[in-house]
Nanobody, 123 residues
Framework: QVQLVESGGGLVQAGGSLRLSCAASGRTSRIYSMGWFRQAPGKEREFVAAIRRSGGVEYYADNVKGRFTISSDNAKNTVYLQMNSLKPEDTAVYYC????????????????WGQGTQVTVSS
């Protein structure tokens, strides 16, 4: 099993920035990529960004490209999401994701999840 612990959510005004962190523990050798999904009230969970553990390939949803940057520290088994130019529509619970199957932008039954951290962007 893999355990994920997120930190860094909060309340910010539109145009502001936040940085999320997610630390993995347990059988981290199983992880192909780590990333973030988010879920706003009344909406389905959606992919935000991911980074492959080997090679550092990055993946982004179109609606965050150019504003969000994902990075990782493999020695610490930690992934970061730097969120700039935040918009009210970015308000959601952000979930850290560890993917063992090589499908970083798709939530599958084999994925591991953090408990979620709230990000609220006020207008």
């Amino acid at each position: 099993q893999v355990q994920l612990v997120e930190s860094g959510g909060g309340l910010v005004q539109a145009g502001g920035s936040l940085r999320l962190s997610c630390a993995a523990s347990g059988r981290t050798s199983r992880i192909y990529s780590m990333g973030w999904f988010r879920q706003a009230p009344g909406k389905e969970r959606e992919f935000v960004a991911a980074i492959r553990r080997s090679g550092g390939v990055e993946y982004y949803a179109d609606n965050v490209k150019g504003r969000f940057t994902i990075s990782s520290d493999n020695a610490k088994n930690t992934v970061y999401l730097q969120m700039n130019s935040l918009k009210p529509e970015d308000t959601a619970v952000y979930y850290c994701n560890a993917d063992p199957d090589g499908r970083p932008s798709i939530a599958t039954i084999s994925d591991f999840w953090g408990q979620g951290t709230q990000v609220t962007v006020s207008s």
